[in-house]
């Protein structure tokens, strides 16, 4: 897991303030490595406040090096966070920027951990995000870009097409407007044109019907109107020639009666109730192993 997914799990966890069970099993320890020594902290008063007012060593504390003790300590004091953005600690100013003024965050985007980078995309207006695109569309963290990715409106998502990294791609193709979704019809990767095939409209998705995955073709057999699914029948993927089989008009399934695979010809003989059985006799060639 990464940083950045790691901070998502911690945001999900700590959505409510409750007690962490798994903090029992985890010794408090300074951030550096040292031993937390609240004698010299610089908010050493809070520990004479009642519980969720100051602070409690081992469930809550800015210098504790587990993050979720530290967004213990942040939202229970988010006045503090504006002074943390500087940390030393990139888990410190990657929580500080979740409670700290937005209008402190734009400098935070060349912050050297992605982490920091990450939270700050989250909580930017998006006119800021807008005006800080050219800089965003190159950071070198996909996990930062994937965040631009799903907040922009879709109509923004332009400069993120040819991202290197085909998660951002994928995202972008989930939710790019139609008209500009053929620009990705030909992705290299198998997972970006999948979902762009499950979007396209025709006439622009039969041009996938000759996808070299059959798994994209089969997106495109789900979706293609039925006046044109006879074209394939004759496709290499049994997967293809099954969904073929549960929607082209009855009169088109006579071919896949006899198909090599069987599941393809049971799935025509039920569409066929009145068809002769298939002749007994050894399989031809599979296409493509079930399972």
Same mark, same amino acid.
């Given at each position: 897991?990464s940083?950045a997914?790691?901070?998502?799990?911690h945001d999900?966890h700590?959505? &409510?303030?409750?007690a962490d069970?798994?903090?029992v099993?985890?010794?408090p320890?300074?951030?550096s490595?040292?031993a937390l020594?609240c004698?010299?902290?610089?908010?050493r008063?809070?520990?004479?406040?009642?519980?969720?007012?100051g602070c409690?060593p081992g469930?809550?504390?800015?210098?504790?090096a587990?993050?979720?003790?530290i967004s213990?300590?942040?939202?229970w004091?988010?006045?503090l966070?504006?002074?943390?953005?500087?940390?030393?600690?990139?888990?410190?100013?990657?929580?500080?920027?979740?409670?700290?003024?937005v209008?402190r965050?734009?400098?935070?985007?060349?912050d050297?951990?992605?982490?920091?980078?990450?939270?700050?995309?989250?909580?930017?207006?998006?006119?800021q995000?807008?005006?800080?695109?050219p800089?965003?569309?190159?950071?070198?963290?996909?996990?930062?870009?994937l965040r631009?990715?799903?907040?922009?409106?879709?109509?923004?998502?332009?400069?993120?097409l040819?991202?290197?990294d085909y998660g951002v791609?994928?995202?972008?193709?989930?939710?790019? /407007?139609?008209?500009?979704?053929?620009?990705?019809?030909h992705d290299?990767?198998?997972?970006?044109?999948?979902?762009?095939?499950?979007?396209l409209?025709? /006439?622009?998705?039969w041009?996938?019907a000759?996808?070299?995955?059959?798994?994209?073709?089969r997106?495109?057999?789900?979706r293609?109107?039925?006046a044109?699914? /006879?074209?394939?029948?004759?496709d290499?993927?049994w997967?293809?020639?099954?969904?073929?089989a549960?929607?082209?008009? /009855?009169?088109?399934l006579?071919?896949?009666?006899?198909?090599?695979?069987?599941?393809?010809?049971?799935?025509a003989?039920?569409?066929?109730?009145l068809a002769?059985?298939?002749?007994?006799?050894?399989?031809? &060639?599979?296409?493509n192993?079930?399972?």
């Amino acid at each position: 897991m990464s940083k950045a997914q790691a901070h998502d799990a911690h945001d999900a966890h700590d959505a &409510h303030d409750g007690a962490d069970l798994a903090d029992v099993d985890i010794p408090p320890q300074h951030w550096s490595g040292a031993a937390l020594d609240c004698s010299t902290c610089e908010q050493r008063a809070l520990l004479q406040r009642p519980p969720r007012q100051g602070c409690q060593p081992g469930h809550a504390c800015l210098h504790d090096a587990y993050a979720r003790r530290i967004s213990r300590f942040l939202s229970w004091h988010p006045g503090l966070a504006d002074a943390q953005l500087q940390h030393p600690y990139f888990e410190v100013r990657a929580i500080a920027v979740r409670h700290a003024s937005v209008f402190r965050l734009p400098a935070l985007l060349r912050d050297p951990d992605e982490t920091v980078r990450m939270q700050v995309v989250q909580r930017l207006p998006i006119a800021q995000l807008l005006a800080q695109l050219p800089m965003l569309a190159q950071d070198p963290h996909r996990e930062v870009r994937l965040r631009v990715a799903q907040r922009l409106d879709p109509a923004q998502l332009g400069p993120l097409l040819r991202d290197p990294d085909y998660g951002v791609r994928e995202c972008v193709a989930a939710r790019l /407007p139609l008209p500009l979704l053929s620009a990705l019809a030909h992705d290299p990767d198998r997972a970006v044109r999948l979902r762009v095939a499950q979007r396209l409209e025709m /006439p622009a998705l039969w041009a996938l019907a000759a996808d070299p995955e059959g798994e994209v073709r089969r997106a495109v057999a789900q979706r293609l109107p039925t006046a044109l699914l /006879p074209r394939l029948l004759g496709d290499p993927d049994w997967r293809v020639r099954w969904e073929v089989a549960q929607r082209a008009a /009855p009169a088109a399934l006579a071919p896949l009666l006899n198909d090599d695979d069987p599941e393809v010809c049971a799935a025509a003989r039920r569409r066929l109730p009145l068809a002769p059985a298939p002749q007994a006799g050894p399989s031809t &060639h599979r296409s493509n192993a079930h399972g």
